[in-house]
């Protein structure tokens, strides 16, 4: 692929001939975790605010006569078993916007902080924001084929739809095919699937339910799902109740004696917990006066710090004085 010669106009133009094959043919199985959606989201919508708070000209010029909202670029890092490909986290990166060349230096330093907490993670590939791929996007991920020989690039598509209900993400692989008798890098297509762990589906939840995604403030949106979680509790009353007056009016002999119905009540009541136990209240006093303790430790911890600040000012601003009276003082 030749490189353009205004790499400024690159950037702003996308290629439709960069992707030329609709599905890969690798054979490779991609999973894809919500944490790593979530930190290319986040990464895109902290450059876009500050775009706009900072004002400046270049970015505002370039970003309103595009069209488009400012790109960010990252890596993705995660395992790969044979032919299954698991990406599990990302870390941004520094790109020159004018020469479109990586910071080697930073992305350096980055996997060698990822290798100490994450040894088996490894770089599979990089990321970045857009409706489609742009003509740099093959010079980007050259440059990382040092790191990883056949690197994926999952692009994110930041523009919202709300007639689409699958997930604005697609995952790219490159291939080599001859086109128009010589050999040419392009991007294909490949499929993924999502893979979820217990962390991931409590935060994805947790931020699906109180996002304000109606312009309201957060104060709004948590009382929208206090009200919600107060609806399926009044359900589950009245539905217990109803269960309840079924068995009342089973032991008076009213309605026949259902001996299923029966077996699946006593199977639903052994799931739940004793709560009026001895056991518990004890348990759930410990778990409380703990938490009240690592509470009252952390106010003693901040408290301590602030004090060991103050007298730090108060010994830096009487050790000046002491020492020009000790010694020989200044010439005036």
Not at 24 to 44: A, C, Y
Not at 150 to 166: A, E, G, R
Request: charged share 20%; aromatic share 8%.
């Amino acid at each position: 692929m030749s490189a353009p010669s205004d790499a400024a106009a690159a950037v702003a133009a996308p290629a439709p001939t960069t992707t030329a094959a609709a599905s890969s043919s690798g054979g490779f199985t991609f999973k894809l975790h919500p944490l790593v959606i979530v930190n290319v989201s986040d990464h895109h919508t902290r450059v876009k605010a500050q775009a706009a708070c900072s004002g400046d000209s270049s970015s505002s010029s370039s970003a309103a006569g595009s069209g488009q909202p400012p790109r960010v670029f990252g890596c993705v890092i995660g395992v790969q078993r044979g032919r299954t490909v698991e990406i599990f986290n990302s870390f941004e990166l520094v790109l020159d916007p004018v020469s479109g060349t990586l910071d080697r230096a930073f992305l350096e330093k980055k996997q060698e902080l990822y290798k100490k907490v994450f040894p088996d993670f490894y770089v599979l590939g990089w990321y970045s924001t857009g409706s489609d791929v742009h003509e740099t996007d093959m010079q980007i991920h050259k440059a990382l084929m040092d790191v990883n020989e056949s690197p994926v690039y999952l692009l994110l598509n930041p523009t919202i739809n709300l007639s689409q209900k699958d997930l604005p993400v697609t995952i790219y692989e490159s291939e080599l095919h001859v086109i128009d008798g010589s050999p040419q890098l392009i991007f294909v297509r490949s499929n993924y699937t999502i893979e979820t762990v217990e962390a991931e589906r409590i935060s994805v939840d947790h931020v699906a339910h109180l996002k304000p995604s109606d312009g309201g403030s957060a104060a709004t949106q948590l009382a929208a799902h206090l009200t919600g979680i107060h609806s399926a509790i009044k359900m589950l009353n009245s539905r217990v109740r109803v269960i309840h007056q079924y068995l009342v009016a089973m032991q008076k002999g009213d309605i026949p004696v259902d001996n299923s119905l029966l077996r699946q009540v006593s199977s639903l009541v052994r799931r739940l917990p004793a709560m009026e136990s001895q056991k518990f209240q004890d348990d759930f006093l410990m778990e409380y006066n703990d938490t009240l303790l690592m509470t009252y430790l952390a106010m003693f911890t901040n408290c301590s710090s602030t004090m060991n600040e103050l007298v730090e000012k108060i010994n830096t601003s009487y050790e000046r004085p002491t020492a020009r009276r000790g010694g020989r003082g200044a010439f005036m």
